[in-house]
């Protein structure tokens, strides 16, 4: 048998369950926007790494036979800067990527061997919320070289 204020206990605190669990479920709500926010922003910065490794490779083979010297007893390339940057933004036409405002941000050569590309674009929220901000901007920056061997 019960008692009187055993009663009066259980009724006392029969709804504090409720907000328990709907503060539960907004946390895990909550939770789950972040994480899924961070793993699109985490593979929108691998895909753009891709088109830049892309860019710079099409950037670093950008030479023409004219540039060929030999020096010492192994032949060496010379790039020319606007070639860098030629090859790297008809690399970029070609693939069309689907990446939101992608701009070629840099592609040079600074020692005539090295092509290095930087690509920008904008990174926007799957899930528009107060907790997640809507776009962000993501810059990568690539470097590839052609050899002779």
Do not use: N, Q
């Not at 691998?46 to 892309?54: E, M, N, S, W």
């Not at 693939?95 to 020692?111: F, G, I, P, Q, Y």
Request: glycine residues 4%; negative net charge; hydrophobic residues 50%.
């Amino acid at each position: 048998m019960r008692s009187v204020e055993g009663e009066r206990l259980a009724r006392e605190e029969g709804g504090s369950t409720l907000l328990l669990t709907i503060f539960y479920c907004f946390l895990g709500l909550s939770i789950i926007v972040v994480v899924v926010s961070a793993t699109t922003l985490y593979l929108e910065r691998k895909r753009l790494f891709t088109v830049a490794d892309g860019a710079a490779l099409a950037a670093a083979e950008a030479w023409s036979l004219d540039a060929v010297r030999i020096d010492g007893d192994r032949l060496a390339i010379e790039l020319d800067a606007a070639d860098v940057r030629a090859a790297a933004a008809a690399y970029l036409a070609d693939t069309a990527s689907d990446l939101d405002d992608l701009e070629l941000v840099r592609a040079a050569s600074d020692d005539g061997r090295t092509a290095t590309v930087t690509l920008r674009s904008v990174w926007h929220a799957p899930l528009h919320t107060d907790l997640v901000p809507l776009a962000v901007p993501i810059e990568v920056t690539v470097t590839a070289r052609s050899v002779f061997h």
